[in-house]
């Protein structure tokens, strides 16, 4: 027997079972490593480009507005607020650049209190979205509250 060369050639087997062991094993955890990576760029579901500014995120912004669930969150398909015009066209604040979108999606096909319901609604979660990326508020506390008053 000649165990050097044996451990030479079982050793490649071995470690490659080892390998699979650990990536079986660790498969979760590595999951929640690249979430917790991704979370730093999603890459936009429309235009490719990583939403590198949570400030820029649709996801957020639709969070924020009781749109998406928390547990909803890093499962949802990540935008930039511009790449979902439908949802952005409401939006009215003088640090956004308006979004118009025509046709069947477009704001002005809502009755005006309809609009303008979802306007300030919308553009209340876009300044709440502004205020809490560079805070310490926890993502649970980021949605806004929906006041009793209608
Ligand atoms: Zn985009």
């Not at 080892?18 to 890459?43: H, N, P, T, W």
């Not at 949802?87 to 650049?97: L, R, T």
Request: glycine share 4%; hydrophobic share 40%; proline share 5%.
């Amino acid at each position: 027997m000649a165990p050097q060369a044996g451990s030479v050639r079982c050793l490649p087997f071995e470690f490659a079972i080892l390998l699979v062991v650990l990536r079986f094993l660790s498969e979760s955890k590595l999951v929640f490593l690249l979430m917790a990576k991704c979370d730093q760029g999603y890459i936009c579901d429309v235009c490719g480009s990583p939403v590198e500014d949570m400030a820029d995120s649709d996801l957020y912004l639709r969070y924020i507005a009781g749109q998406v669930a928390w547990n909803a969150l890093n499962s949802t398909s990540e935008r930039h607020i511009r790449c979902n015009p439908v949802e952005a066209q409401f939006i009215v604040d003088a640090d956004f650049e308006a979004v118009e979108v025509e046709g069947d999606f477009a704001k002005q096909m809502l009755s005006p209190d309809d609009r303008r319901e979802q306007e300030e609604w919308i553009t209340q979660a876009w300044r709440r979205l502004q205020e809490v990326v560079n805070s310490d508020i926890p993502i649970i506390d980021y949605p806004l509250k929906r006041s009793t008053n209608r």
